[in-house]
T-cell receptor, first 115, second 114 residues
C-alpha cells in the first residue's frame, strides 16, 4: 500500500535531549512537509522540502532541523533549543507541479512528550 | 500571504441535526480552499476542495462546502450528522502557484451527541 509512515507513534524524551522523528513515503512525491499541532493552534509549518537536498524554513523553524538526502525520507530533529517541544508532529507529502493543485497527504503523526 | 479564520472552536450538535462549520480567509491573490478532518490521534484526511468552477463543492461522508468570493468564506455543511462525525475539522488555503504551502485555520471540534 502506498502512503506515509511516521514512527514511533509515541515518543518520550528527557528535557535537553535531541530527538529525531522519522517520516517515510512511498508515493513518489517530490515535496515533503513537517507540521506541529498544539491544542487550539491548528497546524503550523516547521520545514518543507520540494526536492532532494533542498529545504526551506516554515513559520516556526527555530529549534528544529531537517535533512532530505533521499526522496522518500524527511526526518525532523527536535533540538534542545526548542523551548516547548511537547506536541503532535505531522508529516505530509505532495507532488510538485507548478500551476496545478497539489494535494497534501498526511501521515498518522508522532506525539512527542518531553519530560 | 494568506490567513484563515475558523470562527468556532467547538460546535456541539445532536445526532441527525444539520451543522455548519464556518471558515473565512484572507488573501491578496486567488486561492485554492480545502477542508480536512482529523479523528483523535490520527493524521488529516481531505474532505473536499475548491479549485475552480462550481462554487458548491461536494466531498466525502456527505459533507459539502460553498465558496463565496465576495464574503471570502468557505463554510462546511452537512444536513444530518452522525456520532461518527465527531472529529476536528480544519479549513486551509493555498495560492494557485502549485508551489505554495498550505495555511491552516485553528480548527473546529465537532461534538455530536445522541
Amino acid at each position: 500500500d502506498g502512503g506515509i509512515t511516521q514512527s514511533p507513534k509515541y515518543l518520550f524524551r528527557k528535557e535537553g535531549q535531541n530527538v529525531t522523528l522519522s517520516c517515510e513515503q512511498n508515493l513518489n512525491h517530490d515535496a515533503m512537509y513537517w507540521y506541529r499541532q498544539d491544542p487550539g493552534q491548528g497546524l503550523r509549518l516547521i520545514y518543507y522540502s520540494q526536492i532532494v537536498n533542498d529545504f526551506q524554513k516554515g513559520d516556526i523553524a527555530e529549534g528544529y532541523s531537517v535533512s532530505r538526502e533521499k526522496k522518500e525520507s524527511f526526518p525532523l530533529t527536535v533540538t534542545s533549543a526548542q523551548k516547548n517541544p511537547t506536541a503532535f508532529y505531522l508529516c505530509a507529502s505532495s507532488i510538485v507541479w507548478g500551476g496545478h493543485y497539489n494535494e497534501q497527504f498526511f501521515g498518522p503523526g508522532t506525539r512527542l512528550t518531553v519530560l | 500571504a494568506q490567513s484563515v479564520t475558523q470562527l468556532d472552536s467547538q460546535v456541539p450538535v445532536f445526532e441527525e441535526a444539520p451543522v455548519e462549520l464556518r471558515c473565512n480567509y484572507s488573501s491578496s491573490v486567488s486561492v485554492y480552499l480545502f477542508w480536512y478532518v482529523q479523528y483523535p490521534n490520527q493524521g488529516l484526511q481531505l474532505l473536499l476542495k475548491y479549485l475552480s468552477g462550481s462554487t458548491l463543492v461536494k466531498g466525502i461522508n456527505g459533507f459539502e462546502a460553498e465558496f463565496n468570493k465576495s464574503q471570502t468564506s468557505f463554510h462546511l455543511r452537512k444536513p444530518s450528522v452522525h456520532i461518527s462525525d465527531t472529529a476536528e475539522y480544519f479549513c486551509a488555503v493555498s495560492d494557485r502557484s502549485g508551489y505554495s504551502t498550505l495555511t491552516f485555520g485553528k480548527g473546529t471540534m465537532l461534538l455530536v451527541s445522541p
